[in-house]
């Protein structure tokens, strides 16, 4: 992002609308800071309509590129992070597309709610040991559920310091990271093993259970 304030302001915009519109009853805050850094930073605050509130913070960041952090509080946080982060996931991508990041600077926009994302990058990590130990002893090759891209990319990354192979597998919103033992062969596709009952395959969401999910009740 060549311009992170304005970056900043537009998403804080973006946030405006689609919680004003939609009635909720949220705050949020935009942080933009050094990728690497993570430092923590000041800025100015500036209160929104409605129940929700913007504070885009812009840090002092001299090493790497800078990043835009999203937290949300507020009672409806919890439909932010229902079915797995679903809507958070969903806010995050529509960011990034409107500031027309490439694949590979999609990392720089994060939001979370709650720790939501922490929390959920701990249980990554601790799953990922548990696969390793569990491969390494095994021989056998180890498929994890279903992430999005930015989780895929972490995965693969904590994964790579144990030195064993990765590789993704899957389709669409059903694409998966499998830990392969030494050795292996990851071109070619992935087949379960059944007698395996830890290794069931990773669910995709049928169309009509995410259309039914988000459907107005009355």
Same mark, same amino acid.
């Given at each position: 992002m060549d311009d992170t304030a304005q970056a900043a302001q537009t998403i804080a915009k973006f946030l405006q609308t689609f919680i004003s519109s939609g009635g909720l009853r949220l705050r949020f805050r935009v942080k933009a800071r050094s990728a690497k850094l993570r430092a923590a930073d000041n800025g100015e605050s500036s209160e929104?309509?409605?129940?929700?509130? #913007?504070?885009?913070e812009e840090g002092a960041g001299k090493d790497g590129p800078r990043a835009l952090y999203v937290e949300f509080t507020g009672p409806d946080t919890a439909l932010l992070t229902a079915r797995n982060g679903e809507?958070?996931?969903a806010l995050e991508h529509i960011a990034t597309k409107i500031l027309r990041l490439e694949p590979e600077q999609q990392d720089l926009v994060v939001f979370d709610a709650n720790q939501f994302k922490v929390n959920r990058?701990?249980?990554?990590?601790?799953?990922?040991?548990?696969?390793?130990?569990?491969v390494s002893s095994t021989g056998r090759p180890h498929a994890f559920p279903p992430m999005n891209s930015r989780e895929r990319r972490m995965l693969h990354m904590v994964l790579a310091e144990s030195g064993?192979?990765?590789?993704?597998? !899957?389709? !669409?919103? !059903?694409?998966?990271?499998?830990?392969?033992?030494? !050795?292996?062969?990851?071109?070619?596709?992935?087949?379960y093993f059944p007698a395996? #009952?830890?290794?069931?395959?990773?669910?995709?969401?049928? #169309?009509?259970?995410?259309?039914?999910?988000f459907r107005p009740r009355y």
């Open positions: 929104a309509s409605h129940d929700e509130s #913007a504070t885009v809507l958070l996931n990058d701990r249980q990554m990590h601790a799953s990922a040991t548990a696969a390793i130990e569990r064993l192979p990765t590789a993704s597998s !899957g389709e !669409g919103p !059903g694409r998966f990271v499998v830990l392969y033992p030494k !050795g292996a062969d990851t071109s070619e596709p992935f087949n395996d #009952a830890n290794q069931t395959p990773p669910r995709r969401h049928d #169309a009509n259970q995410v259309r039914n999910a």
